[in-house]
Nanobody, 126 residues
C-alpha cells in the first residue's frame, strides 16, 4: 500500500482550477514536510510546492507562484491550482520528507524525498 494517496486530478480548460489532495495511508507524516512534484513523459520530475511540518512555511516553484496555494492539516496536504495553463499538464506526485526544501545556488530544491504517492494526472486543455 502506498503511504501517500493523491486525488483530485482530471481534465480542465486553460484558465480553470483544480484542487489536489493527498492523504497519508498506514502511517503518520505529522512531523514531515509534505508537498508536490510533477512530471511529463521524458522529462525529469519537477518540484512544484511544499509546506513544512508546522504549516507555517510554504515553498513554490517560480512557474506556479501566484497561481497555486498549498496548505495542510496534519497528515493531509492540499494544493489549490488556479489559472491553469496547458504547460501545467503532468502527473502530479505527492511527497513527504523529514527535511523541507532548501536553497542550492540560489535555486529552491527538494532532494532525497523519502515517500511518494502513485500520482494523479492533471490535463489542461487549450
Amino acid at each position: 500500500q502506498e503511504p501517500l494517496v493523491e486525488s483530485g486530478g482530471g481534465l480542465v480548460q486553460a484558465g480553470g482550477s483544480l484542487r489536489l489532495s493527498c492523504a497519508a495511508s498506514g502511517r503518520t507524516f505529522n512531523n514531515y514536510a509534505m508537498g508536490w512534484f510533477r512530471q511529463v513523459p521524458g522529462v525529469e520530475r519537477e518540484f512544484v510546492s511544499a509546506i513544512n511540518w508546522r504549516g507555517d512555511n510554504t515553498y513554490y516553484a517560480d512557474s506556479v507562484k501566484g497561481r497555486f496555494t498549498i496548505s495542510r492539516a496534519t497528515d493531509t496536504v492540499l494544493i489549490q491550482m488556479n489559472s491553469l495553463k496547458p504547460e501545467d499538464t503532468a502527473v502530479y506526485y505527492c511527497a513527504a520528507d523529514p527535511e523541507a526544501p532548501g536553497l542550492l545556488d540560489g535555486r529552491l530544491v527538494w532532494y532525497g524525498v523519502d515517500y511518494w504517492g502513485k500520482g494523479t494526472l492533471v490535463t489542461v486543455s487549450s
